[in-house]
């Protein structure tokens, strides 16, 4: 197995909620040439809210349907359910619906099939009886948990798939890259960062976010691609 350009290393970014902040961390991704996947909940679009988070309040605004599709060109929709609720607390027609769903109205305003998905509350809310809906009756073809593996190494599970790190574990995020840019492996490698936008406000982490794509980019031996086309393969 090699990616799509035949090399062996890839870096792929997984952001969830779909909110406003995504278009600044877009223009960054664009500037470096990396690319990311938003997971967005489109029961929730047009909501405008705020988080207050380790004592700071920032604005969780989601985009309107009509803008979603401007805003994510050259990057990928995936699903993080209709209203984001804790999927092992659902009966399993709940679970299909709050999916599939969600899965048919990105597609609708993608103007692609969606196939991929990030769980809502990460790990601790979903198990095998999700996984095993999600195989069995929805059209998802892979979804990120929340467990850093700190590595890089390739998994078959990818309905139960680890990323490598939490983009706020900074002094693991940078580690980790510099072993990336340095790695001369045998086989393929997959580099996996997952956060949400807003949290770059929280933590003020814009500035140490771009000097890590600023690290990472422009490498000939690193492919740069969505979690689809790293996984998936298209």
């Known amino acids: 197995m090699k ?9 792929t970014f997984s952001y ?68 984001h609720p804790a999927l092992n607390r659902l009966t399993d027609d709940e679970i299909v619906k709050e999916v599939e769903e969600d899965r048919i109205a990105l597609s609708e305003l993608a103007g692609y099939e969606v196939v991929g998905m990030a769980y809502p509350g990460g ?10 809906v999600l195989a069995e009756r929805t059209g998802v073809k892979y979804s990120r948990t929340t467990t850093s593996t700190y590595n890089f190494e390739p998994q078959t599970e990818l309905l139960v798939f680890d990323p490598s790190v939490f983009h706020l574990e900074q002094a693991k995020l940078f580690e980790l890259g510099e072993k990336f840019l340095t790695l001369e492996p045998d086989h393929p490698q997959i580099f996996y960062v997952w956060g949400h936008a807003y949290e770059f406000e929280v933590y003020d982490f814009w500035e140490r976010f771009e000097e890590f794509c600023r690290m990472m980019a422009g490498r000939d031996d690193i492919f740069y691609g969505t979690n689809r086309e790293v996984l998936l393969g298209y």
């Open 3 to 11: 990616y799509l350009d035949g090399k062996l290393k890839a870096l």
């Open 16 to 83: 969830d909620d779909g909110v406003t902040q995504d278009r600044r961390l877009i223009k960054i991704l664009n500037k470096y040439g990396l690319k990311a996947t938003f997971n967005i909940n489109s029961g929730l679009l047009g909501n405008a809210n705020s988080i207050f988070q380790d004592g700071v309040t920032t604005p969780h605004v989601k985009p309107r349907p009509e803008e979603v599709r401007g805003i994510y060109k050259d990057h990928e929709l995936a699903v993080h359910t209709l209203h």
């Open 123 to 132: 790990t601790g809310c979903m198990d095998e009886r999700v996984v095993r």
